[in-house]
């Protein structure tokens, strides 16, 4: 269940947006793949939100087996929307980082025991000190067995937590709609910027899947 208020769109407060995509870059700055499809074949893709898109988008194309990254938004209504929006809560969407793997090399198991315990998924609208919607956990899949996997590994860890005195995990979990990317100076941006900010934190809980 999403996290956002369906109450903003019913009340004409969530931003129109716009038919065409924002301009974003064509090719990944540390492997030279194309950040848009089509992508191999057997290659499988999943969506995740943990807060910043900056910091998470360095730690899934540093994963041996991912071939490609790429920085963008998804989870909400406003169509083709900018960060300035998407930073105003008033889109829905949340920072997201799409992951294209190849499943013979490293599997979806794996690749969800890294998002679990690099960020903490029972802070609701935020993560650290980034407050808002956009800051929200979630995993969006594309099909039913990611689907079952994800939501299996999210009864893991929540055990895992529980054991640790922790809270409710919030991670949105539900099929994905429809990806948006980010603008390009937001693709690869700490590899363009290797000082700047990753506000990625776990809990120090390990998940017991992978």
Known sequence: MSLFSKANSSSGRVLPGRDTPIETSQVHTINGHSIHPPFPKGH?????????????????????????????????????????????????????????????????????????????????????NDIGSQYRSAIFTTSQAQQAVAEQSAAAYQQALDKAGRGPITTEIKPLETFYYAEAYHQQYLDKNPNGYCGLKGTGVTCPIG
Do not use: K, S
């Open 44 to 128: 499988e893709e999943i969506v995740l939100g943990m807060g910043c898109f900056w910091g998470v988008e360095r730690l899934f194309w540093q994963l041996p087996g991912v071939y490609v990254t790429a920085a963008g938004y998804a989870g909400g209504e406003t169509p083709n929307p900018t960060y300035e929006e998407t930073c105003t809560g008033r889109t829905g969407h949340t920072e997201v980082v799409r992951v294209i793997y190849d499943p013979q090399q490293v599997d979806l198991e794996t690749l969800l025991q890294v998002f679990w315990e690099q960020h903490d998924p029972t802070q609701g609208n935020r993560q650290g």
